[in-house]
Every structure is written in structure tokens, then in C-alpha cells.
């Protein structure tokens, strides 16, 4: 587990010593005083340590102003297992591509992507990208909008930036080739979104990840200073200290196509990598999405922030309940959109009580979260795996009418919505937090910029507004442009550091057996249902003092029973294999979760718990994880690779 | 819970505010496809802008039409003006993103 954990200042984990018993109702209003209090300054805190080495210590190697013009090197590798950029993308989703486009003008770009590079939450991300657009929309309502939603947790100057600058990313967007709905007079066609004042949603009719992600990838494979790499799993980054600062230096792969270790040596990285969606039993997120980056980041003693804050969706279909179970396990979930319940759908536990009632005045109209806590709690007291969400005593015809698309789905699994209750269970949609980023992408990690998904960068707060997430990544991956591109520019490679650091070995049949390899396996896929199968139990929407600790203890043991098998089975410190490595970096982001969420004292926005159930105007501060320490990581806490040399990097 | 009434962004006009309409109109509202306009954006950083493969796109708005049910080009939305847009009743009626059942974002 991570050594520190604090909410802001440490003496105010002492400080609430009330507990908060009550059964009032759930809403999310709330009052807030005036006043704002926040102990830590986003942009300050990260951007003071970057200035303070851009005086002396982390020019690497010093260059001369004659050297500093353009010192990109052309991708010349000692071996092929080692290969030198200027610029290092982990993840290939809307934030690295974006990235990745703008600093091709000044150096060479490699894109790291563990499967096809389409494949990640952008792709999913259908709804749309919200920016002021409307001449009368305003910069402030949309901050207002991004505020309230997420429960004056974010931070001012972030939100700020993001709400300002998006127009612009949109109109380079569309620059770009992304082509986005319009009217009829040629203008572009905006939608108005829950908790949104405004119209100010931009998409493309429903898939618009994807055609931003199309438009993208196009641009970056016509790129000839784009190199990508798809099938190369990041591992773990290259780092370095350097007196107190921590330093990377670029990234460990591992080609899964060719069971080989690929060494990215570069002056700068962003790490893009999205969410972790698998550390929950059931996702929209696609297969990518376990969190690789967050864990990186942590074992390179990046801050992590805010990862109580996992985003579910209430009622999505629930494969557990269906008639005819999908003959593989479906790879991200089916949502069931709010339509059907403000159309008049009814929700009952499996015993046909309808709950909802109970948990609020407004039932099934309810808001969201409401509706997702209800459900919970149901789930956990009644130890049910799903609820059910009837809307067949309405209309054939409309039903059919409305929402075919769920009417075909259950029916491909022998379930008629016009007669029978749908089955629905809440699933892990987004991650709020993440590696804690300043205003520029950057983190506490010289050379290390994030964006997107994986970055918690102040503007989500304690929940995100609909649409405001391919927003965040499009800013940031711009921001964090130039910052990256005066750092490469005076920054020298050294060439010879490839071999400062240990190699991971890749894991085969033939280096450990073709039975263990089958049994690690084997063990793992089973590890990782039930590392998911906990945190849904004590980590899921309703949380507690007592769940959490639960989870806390359980999954140190599972940790522990996995890696000690691993290791006595021949598995070493530097071994790595896909779902090892995938293992690891969901266990690791698991902790932090379930860190976090016992690190906050109260509840706000998606972080709900019982023993703190209300919202504490003195805790209206970001939850912050400093690096573990060393002595007490388990094999998902530590990088795998040592600095093999005695000597600096500089 | 107020109307999703759909809003028309004003007629593009010669304000500084509203000059990144142009481009956009100018890109949109043709039949055929031209190359997208460079953007009028003063950012030093902007000196290229990355051209997509026309018949790439060309060909995939063929693709589109041809997936159309009743044939003959894009959909148009009657109340709202949208084109190319989903059919059925509005995504964000009730808040979320939702298309014929699926939502796909909150």
C-alpha cells in the first residue's frame, strides 16, 4: 500500500473525529460557504519543481546554445531492442494522438499502443465533446456546469483553461478532417447534455470517439516523423534520480507480437495510457483498459490524485441475468440509458420489491447517482448480482419504437423487454482521478507529461461532466506541447544510458515450463475475477469505513498468494508476460483506490460513504498519494527494473 | 426538465468572436466534400494543418448513405435542421447520450 496518504493537510485526517450516522436521504445537494479553502495549489505545486530544475539539474548532458536549435535524433538504434525518439506517447487515444501530431513538428514520435491503435476508451466515447460554441453559451456557464458537477472538487484554474481553450481544439479538429454534425445553414449542430446549460455538445451522430480517433490516427500514420508501435506493452518507465527530483528517460515495452522487450530511450514521455476500468467486474471500458499508466506513474513515484472518484453507470445490462448467457464474456458493458426509466421503467430487486421508493421521493426519476446508490445497496444487502428494470407494461410498439437496440440485444439472449424486466447492474465507466498534473501536463517526474484519461488534472473534481472528458484530453495533450518541447530541445541523449538500467526477460514455456507458464496463467486470469469480484464488493458505489478496510486487507493477501506463487514457480523480479504485467498494474491501481477512498472523510460527489455520508466544506480538497517507499513493495509497487550503474545520469 | 430545443448557431459573421463559423460552414455546407479551410487561429504553433485523405472520407460518406434506410443521401432531422444526425427521438432528452436504447455517455 502506498506509505502516505493525505486530503490535503495531514493533521486533517485527525481532525473530523465525528462520525456521521445517518439515514437521511442520498441526494447530492449541498451548501457551501463562501470561502474557498484548498491547501494545495495545482499548477503551483507541480510547476515550482519543474522550474526549479530547468536553473541547473536536468539539462542532461549540457548543451550549448549552439546544439540546442533542433536536437532531434533521427531513430538510430544500437540494437533493435532499443530504439532513441525525442518524444515518447504511451497510448494511442484522442490525448496521445493529439499530442503526438503537434510535437512531430519538432522531433520524432514514437506512439506506444498495447493493441491496434484505434483500440481504447476514446473509440468508445460516443456521445460527444462539449466546448463553448454557441454565441450564447459563455466560457463561465460551462465552468459553472463543470463545477457544480463535480462538487466544487475541481480546481478553478484548471477548469478555467479547459472551458477557454476548448473551442479552439474543436475547430483544429475539424482542421484535421473530424467531420461533426450540422445543420442545414452549414453550422455545427450542438446537443445539450445532462447537468450542461448550455447546447454545447459537438459530436458525430453517436460514434464521435471514433471519428475523432479516425481522424486522428489518419493524420498521425501520414506523419513521417510518427512512428507507431501497436502491440508493445508499456512495462514500466525508465527512471532516474537526480538529487531529489526523480527523472525519466523514456520506457520498457514489450512486444507481445514477438514475445520480445523493446527499449524506448527519449527526452521526453507522455503518458496517455486512459483508465482502469477492469479493476471492476463489469466496464464499458474496453480489454485495454487496466490502468497500465497510473501504475507506471506510481512506481516512478509520480503523485496520484483523486482515485476514489470511479465513475459508474447505474443499469447496465447484466449478463448474469440474462436467459441464454453470451457464449464469451461480453468486453464492455451495455448500457441502458436513463430514456427507459424516464419513459416509466420500474425497478425490483429479485425479490419484486420495487426499492427505489424507499431511497427517494422521486424514484426511478431520481438522478443518476441516487439511482446507482440505490441499486448497491440493494446488491450488497440483499447479495444479489444484478436488479431488474421493467418497462413491459408500457406499449409494444413503443418500446420497440424506442429502444430496438436493447430490445435486440436481450433478445439474441432469449429475453423479451415487452414481457419480461431487463437485468441491469451498475459498471465502472471513468476514472476521475489519476496522475496528478499541472496545468501544463506536467507531473512531479521531470520529462514525464499526461493527458487524458489518465491524468487528473483538477478539472473533473469529484465527478466529471457528460462530455468533458475528450475536452480535458484535447487541451492537455496541447498544453503540454510546449513545456515538452523545450525540454527536448535542452535535452542531449545519452546514447550509451540504454544499458544503465536491468532488462525484463520475457516469460516462455521454455524458460519456465510449459505447465508452470499454463498454471501462472491460469492462476492470474482467476486472480484478476477475483481482485474484480472485491473491489465491486467493498469497494463499489456505496463504500464504509469497515468495507474498505476489508478490501484493503483482502486484496493485500490476494497480492501476496499471487506473487508468491509466481515466485516459486520461477518467476523472477524482472520476468514479464501480458497478463502478469496487466496483473500487477490492476492490483496496483486497485490499492490505490481503495487508499484513496479511505483517505476521505466524507462524501462528495461519486465518493459516497457511510461512516462520512455527508459533504464536509473543510475537506473540499484533492486527495493526494505520495510514492510508496521502497522497503514495503510488493512486486506491483515497484518498478521491475534496477539502475544497474553506480554512477548518475547526468 | 427543460426542452432539448436544438440551437442554431447564428449566420457567420465578420466579428472576431464568431469568425471560427466560417470555416466550418464554408467546410460543411457544400454537397461535396472540399479540403478543410486552414484555420484562422493566431497560435504560433499552427503553421500546418494536416489534410485527411479526401477520397478516404469521400468514400466513407458513400459507405454512410448506402447503411441509410429509404436511400437517397443523409438523413435530415425535420424539427431541428440536423443533418447526418441520429433518427429517433433526441440522444439527450433525459440527460444521458442515448441511441435506441444504448447510451454511451453521461
Known amino acids: ?218 493524420a498521425v500514420l501520414n506523419d513521417p516523423n510518427i512512428s507507431v508501435f501497436k502491440h508493445h506493452f508499456a512495462i514500466d518507465l525508465l527512471t532516474s534520480q537526480d538529487g531529489l527530483n526523480t527523472v525519466c528517460h523514456g520506457v520498457d515495452t514489450l512486444n507481445i507480437k514477438t514475445n520480445e522487450v523493446v527499449r524506448f530511450i527519449s527526452k521526453v514521455t507522455l503518458l496517455a495510457s486512459g483508465g482502469a476500468g477492469h479493476i471492476y467486474p463489469s466496464t464499458t471500458n474496453p480489454l485495454v483498459a ?20 470511479v465513475q459508474f453507470h447505474p443499469t447496465a445490462l447484466a449478463d448474469e441475468g440474462l436467459p441464454i448467457r453470451p457464449q464469451t464474456a461480453r468486453e464492455n458493458a451495455f448500457l441502458i440509458t436513463e430514456a427507459v426509466r424516464g419513459d416509466g421503467g420500474i425497478l425490483y430487486n429479485l425479490a419484486m420489491e420495487r426499492f427505489m421508493p424507499v431511497y427517494d421521493e422521486r424514484a426511478e426519476l431520481a438522478p443518476r447517482d441516487v439511482v446507482a446508490r440505490s441499486i448497491d445497496d440493494q446488491l450488497k444487502k440483499r447479495k444479489e448480482k444484478y436488479v431488474l428494470l421493467d418497462i413491459s407494461h408500457k406499449p409494444r410498439e413503443k418500446i420497440l419504437a424506442h429502444f430496438p437496440n436493447i430490445a435486440s440485444e436481450c433478445l439474441r439472449h432469449g429475453l423479451d423487454i415487452t414481457r419480461q424486466a431487463i437485468p441491469v447492474v451498475p459498471a465502472a465507466h471513468y476514472m476521475c482521478g489519476g496522475v496528478r498534473a499541472g496545468l ?24 466529471r461532466l457528460a462530455s468533458n472528458s475528450l475536452l480535458e484530453a484535447l487541451v492537455f495533450a496541447r498544453r503540454a506541447v510546449q513545456p515538452s518541447t523545450e525540454l527536448m530541445k535542452s535535452t542531449r541523449l545519452d546514447l550509451s544510458a540504454s544499458e544503465k538500467w536491468t532488462r525484463p526477460v520475457v516469460a516462455t514455456a521454455r524458460s519456465l515450463g510449459e505447465e508452470v507458464m499454463s498454471k501462472i496463467l491460469a492462476l492470474t486470469r482467476e486472480v484478476r475475477r477475483e481482485l474484480q469480484g472485491v473491489m465491486w464488493k467493498y469497494v463499489g458505489i456505496v463504500r ?27 518467476w523472477e523480479q524482472t520476468v514479464v508476460a501480458l497478463e502478469a504485467c496487466e496483473m500487477r498494474n490492476l492490483f496496483c491501481c486497485a490499492k490505490l483506490v481503495v487508499s484513496s477512498a479511505l483517505a476521505r472523510h466524507e462524501s462528495r460527489g461519486l465518493h459516497y460513504t457511510t461512516d462520512f455520508p455527508f459533504v464536509e466544506e473543510s475537506k473540499r480538497i484533492p486527495t493526494i498519494i505520495l510514492p510508496s517507499s521502497p522497503t514495503t513493495a510488493s512486486w506491483s509497487s515497484r518498478q521491475l527494473q534496477n539502475i544497474s550503474s553506480t554512477t548518475s545520469l547526468i | 426538465m427543460a426542452t432539448n430545443k436544438i440551437v442554431r448557431l447564428i449566420a457567420p459573421s465578420r466579428s472576431a468572436s464568431s469568425r471560427f463559423l466560417e470555416p466550418v460552414s464554408r467546410f460543411l455546407s457544400s454537397g461535396t466534400l472540399p479540403p478543410p479551410p486552414q484555420s484562422p487561429s493566431p497560435s504560433p504553433n499552427q503553421d500546418q494543418v494536416v489534410k485527411p485523405d479526401q477520397k478516404l472520407q469521400e468514400k466513407r460518406k458513400e459507405e454512410e448513405e448506402e447503411e441509410e434506410e429509404g436511400g437517397g443521401g443523409e438523413f435530415v432531422n425535420e424539427d431541428t435542421g440536423e443533418i447526418g444526425g441520429p433518427r429517433g427521438p433526441e440522444p439527450t432528452r433525459y440527460g444521458d447520450w442515448e441511441q435506441r436504447g444504448r447510451c454511451s455517455d453521461f
Open chain 1, 544 to 570: 464504509s469505513t469497515t468495507r474498505l478496510n476489508t478490501a484493503e486487507r483482502k486484496i493485500a493477501e490476494l497480492e501476496a498468494k499471487w506473487e508468491t506463487f509466481l515466485f516459486e514457480h520461477g
Open chain 1, 1 to 218: 500500500m502506498a506509505t502516505h496518504v493525505s486530503v490535503g493537510n495531514i493533521h486533517d485526517l485527525y481532525l473530523s473525529g465525528q462520525v456521521y450516522r445517518g439515514q437521511d436521504s442520498w441526494s447530492s445537494g449541498f451548501n457551501f460557504r463562501a470561502n474557498s479553502f484548498r491547501d494545495l495549489s495545482w499548477s503551483s505545486c507541480v510547476s515550482k519543481s519543474l522550474k526549479s530544475e530547468r536553473c541547473g539539474c536536468y539539462s542532461r548532458g549540457v548543451s550549448s546554445s549552439n546544439e540546442s536549435l533542433k536536437l532531434s535524433i533521427r531513430a538510430a538504434s544500437s540494437s533493435s531492442t532499443t530504439k532513441y525518439y525525442d518524444f515518447t506517447v504511451i497510448g494511442s487515444g484522442v490525448a496521445g494522438l493529439r499530442y503526438a501530431l503537434e510535437v512531430a513538428k519538432q522531433g520524432n514520435v514514437a506512439v506506444i499502443t498495447k493493441d491496434e491503435p484505434h483500440e481504447s476508451n476514446t473509440n468508445y466515447a460516443q456521445g460527444g465533446v462539449s466546448a463553448v460554441l454557441c454565441p450564447l453559451d459563455s466560457v463561465e456557464s460551462h465552468m459553472q456546469d463543470t463545477m457544480v458537477a463535480g462538487a466544487h472538487l475541481c480546481d478553478e484554474d484548471t477548469v478555467r483553461v479547459v472551458c477557454t481553450e476548448g473551442p479552439e481544439r474543436i475547430r483544429e479538429l475539424i482542421a484535421m478532417g473530424a467531420s461533426f454534425d450540422h445543420g442545414e445553414d452549414g453550422n455545427l449542430h450542438l446537443a445539450r447534455e445532462g447537468g450542461h446549460s448550455h447546447h454545447r455538445i459537438v459530436h458525430a451522430a453517436d460514434m464521435t470517439g471514433r471519428e475523432i480517433e479516425r481522424a486522428l490516427l489518419e
Open chain 1, 290 to 309: 487496466t490502468g497500465d499508466g497510473m501504475a507506471m506513474a506510481h512506481r516512478a513515484q509520480a503523485v496520484i490524485s483523486n482515485m476514489e472518484f
Open chain 1, 440 to 463: 501544463q501536463g506536467e507531473t512531479n517526474v521531470l520529462g514525464l507529461f499526461v493527458a487524458g484519461e489518465v491524468a487528473c488534472t483538477g478539472l473533473h473534481g469529484a465527478n
